[in-house]
């Protein structure tokens, strides 16, 4: 097993090998989970530096900075079941074997380049901004290659199982704001 700071370079350096690893390696589920985490307090941190303004009123800055903190981990448990989902089953292939805890593992090691959002802190307001705009589109691209490995696809099927599951987590997230409470 190699060390979580070795396997987190090389997935942010988005090696395919050694999202493979992670993908047969059970045990790496704990450091998915904690690289996942991490991005969560980087989310938030950079929600708070970025979006706290004086004329904002304090319920809607703490509700920005938990959305924020939120983010990373619903994308990652909700995007990694659609991903597998639709991966496994419309998009599958001839030598596609897997589990919704490969594909766990993997994307949650994607999330490595998300811990970027965090050094926003030392920056001015609009490199802070550029470096959270840098940093979202790195874990998109290594989760893409995430899925790839998980699912043993081609590039081009990863793609469309990406965004398939973008859609279809979107389409949740936007049903579940615009529906009527039960009470």
Request: charged fraction near 15%; include cysteine.
């Amino acid at each position: 097993m190699r060390s979580l700071p070795r396997r987190m370079l090389r997935a942010a350096l988005l090696h395919a090998d050694t999202y493979e690893e992670v993908e047969a390696d059970r045990s790496s589920i704990g450091q998915a989970t904690l690289i996942v985490l991490v991005a969560c307090a980087a989310g938030a941190l950079s929600s708070y530096v970025l979006g706290t303004r004086p004329e904002l009123p304090a319920e809607q800055v703490a509700l920005q900075i938990a959305l924020a903190a939120l983010e990373p981990f619903v994308l990652w448990t909700g995007g990694s079941a659609f991903a597998y989902m639709v991966g496994s089953s419309f998009f599958r292939g001839p030598e596609t074997e897997t589990s919704f805890a490969e594909v766990l593992r993997t994307t949650g090691f994607a999330f490595t380049p998300a811990w970027l959002r965090a050094s926003c802190v030392a920056t001015p307001p609009a490199l802070g901004l550029g470096i959270d705009l840098v940093a979202r589109l790195w874990v998109f691209l290594a989760v893409v290659i995430a899925i790839r490995q998980a699912l043993d696809f081609t590039t081009p099927r990863a793609i469309g199982t990406f965004g398939l599951a973008a859609v279809l987590l979107w389409l949740v997230m936007w049903g579940a704001t615009v529906a009527p409470l039960p009470f």
